[in-house]
């Protein structure tokens, strides 16, 4: 299986991960290893490399979802401490529309 | 035995009885582990919280003065991974991304441990977001192995591993997403337990691959990680994967004869001679009592690897999307637009290993890898039927718990395949949903420890620990402590 350049900074660009170039080359080569490893080893068992499978056969079927019903909580003070920029009780972001506006 | 003996070495239920009977005062035995903690240079604790410790060892004292009913674990100090949150305490997962967070509300397994009278002392080191097996991840620095300085403890859950067995905690809360109690366990001589998926709540352990994950104790012995998990096990209401099953209740001792199943693997050449020899020998005594022993044939110890890989990097590719560095955690001070702030926060806030598993789950999610991800999933329903198959003849399942003793500090961190290989018996129980158990099986001729990993049947914890308790009753493994500790 091959893994270039474009693939890392592709899973970067999804994952929301800044990489520099030293760590693209990097994560190149693990990745790269990792992927031809596991592929060979799981090939050693003759199952069919496919995408037919019945995930309901899995053990998520039997997870028990619980409604969702709103809650209140009562600690919002501790949630504001852990935020690193609050402002009038909001979390603090930069403006997405600052460009548009010029 | 005089208290100091009773505190390096008693179980829960001696220390337990000292305490209510008055040989040993809460607040004399909370200071002792105080000490120990601030004494020793192994980094197994992330953060010590003295004066909250102390302050419930006296509430405590009062109300065994005021003649309150005393809880199951009444006294008994104990230490917290820190990837499971006790609320108003920091909550870091070994990352600089969490460092300085602190919990907003308490995990289960803390609330359960609490109403029975524990003591908690503080938070134990890992590998960050329990992404390693050496606790060399960790931002905060690697765990020193209590039985060689030089190597690693294991992990994830190294530091919980080293805390007992170096005598600063009577027992430790892990959690194991393919192996992170049981292999440190192995590696600092004190047994460790992932329990059945599903038993115990996961609500307040920071999210690394879900359909995997469980918080476990690890101990001095398989006697008291039964009563810790008839704690902690049970349904919640807060966790939709916990099952309602029974109360669990602490078995008694048995003379009866188990059907043992061995796997193959332990003749493989991959497989330490003093690994190999230890279990052999136990096996032999195990012939010798009586009890009924077979050879099988397990032919998955190879593919669990890649498996457990491919399927926990995906799920945590997913969880760990939740770091953004607005709301909490880490922010970067070097941006000029939103997603330049994601992208850095997450950059400089994640460690290598941590965003090398990232990546590969998030590749491994692209449409183009699908065929990947769908075969490990057929694979994991593979090991849980031959599993399952075993346990239609057997009643336990035996296997080693890792390859070879703990390996040297900086020995494999830069090879990511050969430290991924330290899963492959452990992360089995992962995938196919199992209880496992890891107890001491003696040390190497260079004075490392071993471990056996003890598989049952899923919700069969009881036999699981009528079994280790068995061993642990006919050997003197689980009471050999580092010479600093004697």
């Not at chain 2, 049952?456 to 689980?478: G, V, W």
Request: glycine share 6%; aromatic share 10%; net charge neutral.
């Amino acid at each position: 299986m091959e893994i270039n350049r474009e693939d890392i900074k592709k899973s970067a660009n999804i994952a929301k991960i800044y990489l520099t170039q030293d760590e693209i080359s990097k994560y190149m080569i693990d990745l790269k290893d990792m992927t031809e490893e596991f592929l060979d080893t799981l090939k050693e068992l003759n199952i069919s490399l496919d995408t037919d499978f019945d995930f309901n056969t899995t053990s998520l079927k039997y997870t028990n979802l619980r409604q969702d019903i709103p809650d209140n909580f009562n600690n919002i003070e501790t949630i504001y401490k852990n935020a690193p920029k609050i402002k009038n009780n909001l979390f603090v972001v930069p403006g997405i529309l600052r460009e548009n506006k010029k | 035995m005089n208290n100091s003996e009773l505190i390096a070495k008693g179980s829960i239920k001696e220390i337990r009885e000292a305490v209510i009977n008055g040989k040993l005062h809460t607040v004399e035995l909370v200071n002792c582990f105080i000490q120990r903690i601030k004494n020793n240079r192994i980094n197994s604790f992330i953060s010590l919280y003295e004066d909250n410790a102390l302050k419930r060892a006296e509430e405590l004292d009062k109300k065994l003065k005021n003649r309150g009913k005393p809880g199951k674990l009444f006294g008994i100090p104990y230490a917290v991974k820190d990837n499971i949150a006790v609320k108003g305490y920091e909550v870091t997962c070994a990352s600089k991304m969490l460092k300085n967070y602190k919990a907003t509300y308490n995990a289960t397994v803390i609330n359960r441990l609490n109403d029975e009278d524990a003591i908690f002392l503080g938070k134990t080191n890992l590998d960050e977001f329990a992404m390693g097996s050496s606790t060399e991840t960790s931002y905060f620095g690697t765990t020193l192995n209590p039985w060689d300085n030089s190597r690693v403890p294991g992990g994830s859950s190294g530091g919980s591993a080293a805390a007992i067995a170096s005598g600063e905690s009577v027992f430790a809360l892990g959690s194991d997403t393919g192996g992170s109690i049981r292999q440190p366990a192995a590696f600092c001589g004190v047994t460790g337990l992932k329990a059945t998926y599903g038993c115990v709540s996961r609500f307040g352990l920071v999210a690394f691959a879900s359909s995997l994950d469980q918080v476990g104790p690890i101990g001095r012995s398989a006697e008291d990680l039964e009563l810790i998990f008839s704690i902690i096990s049970g349904f919640d209401k807060k966790d939709t994967t916990t099952k309602r099953i029974e109360n669990y209740k602490v078995s008694g001792p048995t003379k009866r004869k188990f059907n043992i199943a061995y796997t193959n693997d332990i003749f493989s050449e991959e497989i330490s001679p003093d690994i190999k020899g230890n279990i052999l020998s136990i096996l032999n005594l195990l012939k010798e009592e009586g009890h009924n022993i077979s050879e099988v044939a397990f032919n998955f110890s190879k593919h669990s690897v890649p498996v457990y890989q491919i399927l926990s990097c995906s799920e945590a590719s997913s969880n760990l999307a939740r770091y953004d560095g607005i709301r909490y955690g880490y922010q970067t001070k070097s941006y000029k637009s939103l997603l330049e702030l994601y992208n850095r926060s997450r950059g400089e806030g994640f460690g290598e290993e941590v965003k090398r598993r990232i990546l590969f789950g998030t590749y491994i999610l692209m449409a183009k890898n699908n065929a990947l991800y769908t075969s490990s999933f057929k694979v994991s329903r593979l090991i849980r039927e031959n599993l399952e198959n075993i346990f239609t003849e057997y009643d336990v399942f035996i296997t080693p718990t890792t390859f070879n003793p703990p390996f040297k500090i900086g020995e494999i961190i830069d090879d990511p395949i050969r430290m991924h290989h330290s899963d492959a018996f452990t992360s089995i129980c992962n995938l196919s949903g199992n209880p496992g158990i890891s107890i001491p099986l003696g040390l190497t001729g260079n004075n490392l420890p071993i471990g056996m990993q003890i598989i049952a049947k899923r919700f069969d914890e009881n036999n699981l620990f009528q079994f280790a308790k068995y061993i642990q009753s006919i050997t003197d493994y689980h009471k050999c402590l580092p010479e600093e500790v004697k």
